[in-house]
């Protein structure tokens, strides 16, 4: 059997390409049985998100991935031959390429986290669709525990790689504990999104939107537990709040020094804190003369995701040997599987000569008790277990040093075990 993976990515194929080859989740049950019945895969997996379009394969032959590369042709009815920008990895290389993308290290934002979910989807998908077999099974559980194992271990998802993703975590470095903030988010587009989904994991229980369209405020509020406002309620709710995130589409500022004074007013003394993710900026630059003000800007939180990103980078060459060591062990494994067809028949053989030998030996005997025979055939069970011993612990110990295969086919050669005659 022979373990692949094909497909492209960000580093490949520019994006108009690869949106003609990805998947949406709806497509994915009838993808998998087409793609088996097609190209007679044991077991499949495709892996499809924004940046890349992967088939994970278990096949007999050597010109599965060639057959894998022309079904995505047909599949997404592409008359032009793309082959020239597909990758193709097989073995240990194919093993070492999955453990590296769901570490982070292949994507286009070095250390993201997103990868882990989506290969984890991938291959629960494989599954319910009874396309994830025995070896991508473990391939996938195992490179999830290496993705988990890279962002404990070393600083690839360590650090704000977004500009919302720094605005989050700016409050958080000023502010402690979100969960006793009061969060106001002043628009509700992408930018929004990100920064709460944000807020949201680092603690943040407390979310109010204010926006022009307040129907789209009261969708995302509800879907984040938070509450919705009309724009006319700007000022109230910066009274209230602890930290502003503001990312409007508006031409011209929304928020004005006088706005900002009278929400100091009412807090008490309590300091509040302005991000302005917008492009033109939504907060009047005078704001940040305001004693209590802390206003930040797009341009000094791109400031901080570009060091941010250069400390995750520092971090490949740990991750790469942590990817190293795990693949080592996962072809360990895999290695350790292969031989047990060759030990079962190696015993399946040696079982068939112990009844063939016994039979023999009874008949010129002639007649025996009942417990004479159970005597000889206990004694000949142990004589075949004894000597099948050392060969099946040697064999056990060379799968863990890599050597497993090249003696399972000397005990094949020497043994006359061909497949269907053990």
Sequence with gaps: MRLFVTGLDHHSSPVEVRERLAFRPSQLGAALAALRGEVALREAAILSTCNRVEVYGVADDEAAPARVIAWLHRFHGLHERLETI??????????????????????LVVGESQIQRQVREAAQVARECQALGPTLNALFQHALAVGKRA??????????????????????????????????????????????????DNGARTITLVNRTVERAQVLAQQWGGRALPFEHLQAALDQADVVISSTAAPHTVIHPAHVQ?????????????????????????????????????????????????????????????????????????????????????????????????????????????????????????????????????????????????????????????????
């Design 151 to 200: 962002r404990t271990e070393t600083a690839i998802s360590r650090h704000a790689a977004s500009v919302s993703q720094a605005g989050v975590e700016l409050a958080r470095a000023l502010l402690g504990d979100l969960s006793q903030a009061h969060v106001l988010l002043v628009g509700s587009g992408k930018v929004s999104e990100l920064a709460a989904k944000n807020l949201l």
């Design 262 to 422: 009278h929400a100091l007013a009412a807090r008490g003394g309590r300091p509040l804190i302005l991000i302005d993710l917008a492009v033109p900026r939504d907060v009047d630059q005078e704001v940040a003369q305001i004693p209590g003000a802390h206003l930040y800007n797009v341009d000094d939180l791109q400031s901080v995701v570009a060091r941010n990103l250069e400390r995750r980078r520092a971090a490949i060459d740990a991750v790469r040997a942590i990817v190293r060591d795990e693949t080592a062990a996962y072809l360990r494994w895999l290695q350790a599987r292969a031989v047990v067809p060759t030990l079962n028949d190696l015993r399946a053989h040696a079982e068939r000569i112990r009844r063939d030998e016994v039979a023999k030996a009874l008949r010129r005997i002639g007649p025996l008790g009942e417990r004479e025979q159970q005597i000889i055939d206990a004694m000949t069970q142990s004589i075949v277990n004894k000597l099948l011993h050392q060969p099946t612990v040697r064999l056990k110990q060379r799968s863990a040093e890599g050597d497993a295969l090249r003696y399972a086919a000397t005990l094949q050669e020497l043994f006359g075990l061909e497949r269907g005659h053990a």
């Design 86 to 107: 597909f990758y193709t990895h097989t073995g240990a290389a194919a093993v070492e390429h999955l453990f590296a993308t769901v570490s982070g290290i292949n994507s």
